[in-house]
């Protein structure tokens, strides 16, 4: 017997298993059966009105066979004696065209600057200790990409790019928590997103595929209009039948490469801000109209956007990105010299603070300035505000920063409160360091914020800067249908580093559209 219900419940009912199972047999009147199966196939929380509410849909099995949790199965061919095709980056998109790949029996040689999840932990720490920044190991380049030592958020609008079940059954398959497949809200955590990552690695490894850690790719190997390889830092001169190129949006040396070698690119509009952060439990009262949260219902979160209008050139705007509740503001340079902010949550989100990027669309008029750069405009732009930011906070790791009503009212802070930023803040009058418009546009859009959300403006919240790296700034072009790039046959620019992809699931989506155009063309 299978039945389908669906539920508003409150949050302890929702969430305390035991008497979640009691009401379902209730409702069904399943009260004197011992053994049912309850599968969640969708979980939300509605806190618009202060009476918190939690939907839930799922269905209940009883005296029949339970259909399998998922319908992924590892069972990948072996590939070792394949054709390669090379992948350039081991981030979300180039981990899951590898897998693709295998899957239709091909071999994919992966190569990856930075080191294995469990090595790139030794450089974290050296940058929120000792503010070294290692180029080919941080919290962007190694294994995993960007996402591992992130949030790990699910969430994507992206659903026309591919099957995000697919994706979501994928990482299940590979050690992720099951609630990933049915929570409006994914994520998995950055406590737990290496332990998949490493186990997706074992995948690969196991039917045949190469990875090669701590080589980065210097340059192209070309025959007429096509891609024949690639050459390492070493020299070593590797070949395959085509090219993923799947960088992520830090890779500038292989932007740079792309420009140098006269393959297409283009400059690419993108978005720079600071993170915001705020207690946690200050959040939790502004969202669930209480004053503690409890022990059932997770640590809030907020989506805010704003419409700036300007004179000169029109709207502009403003909005929260990769809010993370429960979170830490981490140091994302990929070089000396420069300071990027950014976010992450463990699994649980219990830490006692909440922070997001609020970030400002930079548009092709705001880096006129850089045009002689031709299509790394952008990322030249990127680059002079980081660089600014390392200067304001003392030529280190220490981040600039300000309390919010400080930064409205124009005045530096005396003092900054506590944060989850390890390598600390220093108080700067964050108007010097952010150029003029983000500023601006920065302050209006705080004041329409607090008006949205009652006490979301307050001294007791502060400004981190900067949160630049929240798109690649250069598109590298491709054709729609094939997915080649427009001028060279057998390379395909994948994910965020090529401009088509905005989070972990959308360019694990990316990678597998990439590799299935590889296989219905070449294979």
């Known amino acids: 017997m299978k039945r389908s219900l669906v539920l508003s419940l409150p949050p302890r009912e929702a969430y305390d298993e035991r008497c979640f199972e009691g009401i379902v047999k209730k409702k069904l009147g399943l009260a004197d059966l011992s053994d049912i199966t309850i599968r969640i196939k969708r979980r939300s929380v509605d806190a618009r009105s202060r009476k918190i509410k939690v939907n839930i849909s799922l269905d209940v099995f009883a005296d029949e066979p339970i259909p399998e949790l998922i319908s992924y199965q590892k069972d990948y061919p072996n590939v070792t004696s394949a054709d390669p095709v090379i992948i350039v980056g081991m981030g979300p998109a180039g981990m899951f065209a590898a897998l693709k790949l295998i899957e239709n029996g091909i071999k994919p040689i992966i ?25 080919n190991s941080n919290y962007c380049f190694g294994e995993g990409g960007a996402g591992t030592y992130s949030d790990g958020k699910l969430y994507t609008r992206s659903k026309k790019r591919g099957d995000v079940n697919r994706i979501l059954e994928i990482l299940v398959a590979h050690g992720a928590a099951s609630d990933i497949l049915f929570e409006a809200h994914p994520h998995i955590g950055t406590n737990k997103l290496p332990k998949v990552v490493a186990a997706m690695r074992e995948s690969i ?55 140098f070698r006269g393959i297409h690119i283009e400059a690419k509009p993108f978005a720079l801000g600071v993170r915001v952060e705020h207690a946690q439990q200050l959040i939790d009262q502004i969202q669930y109209h209480c004053t503690q949260r409890g022990d059932y219902l997770p640590a809030s979160s907020y989506a805010l956007a704003h419409q700036v209008v300007e004179k000169d050139s029109g709207k502009r705007g403003v909005f929260s ?47 006129k300035a850089y045009e002689q750069h031709g299509p790394l405009a952008a990322m030249q ?143």
């Open 321 to 367: 990105f990769c809010m993370c509740p429960g979170g830490f503001v981490v140091p994302a340079a990929t070089a000396p010299g420069e300071l990027v902010v950014n976010g992450m949550s463990p699994s649980r989100r219990d830490s006692r603070f909440a922070n997001s990027g609020i970030v400002v669309a930079v548009n092709a008029i705001d880096f």
């Open 111 to 135: 190569i990856e600057r930075g080191k294995d999840v469990r090595s790139r932990r030794r450089d974290l720490a050296a940058i929120n200790k000792e503010h070294i920044v290692n180029p």
């Open 381 to 523: 732009f990127q680059k002079v505000v980081e660089q600014a930011a390392f200067k304001a906070g003392g030529n280190s790791q220490q981040a600039p920063a300000q309390r919010l009503v400080d930064f409205i009212d124009g005045r530096i802070s005396g003092s900054l409160l506590e944060t989850s930023y390890q390598p600390g803040l220093t108080s700067v009058k964050m108007h010097d360091v952010l150029p003029q418009f983000i500023a601006r546009s920065l302050r209006t859009a705080f004041q329409a914020f607090g008006k949205k959300m009652k006490g979301y403006l307050t001294n007791e919240a502060q400004i981190i800067g900067v949160e630049s790296r929240t798109s690649s700034p250069v598109t590298i072009p491709r054709d729609k249908d094939s997915c080649e790039h427009i001028q060279v046959k057998r390379l395909y620019p994948c994910g965020e580093g090529a401009g088509y992809a905005g989070g972990i699931v959308s360019a694990a989506m990316d990678g597998e559209r990439c590799a299935e155009a590889f296989l219905q063309v070449y294979a």
């Open 205 to 259: 490894l196991t039917a045949g595929g190469e990875i090669l850690f701590n080589t980065q790719v210097v340059d192209f190997i070309m025959g007429g209009d096509e891609i024949n390889g690639v050459v390492t830092q070493e020299g070593e001169k590797i070949t395959g039948a085509a090219v993923i190129l799947a960088t992520g949006h830090s890779s500038r040396d292989i932007y740079q490469l792309l420009d």
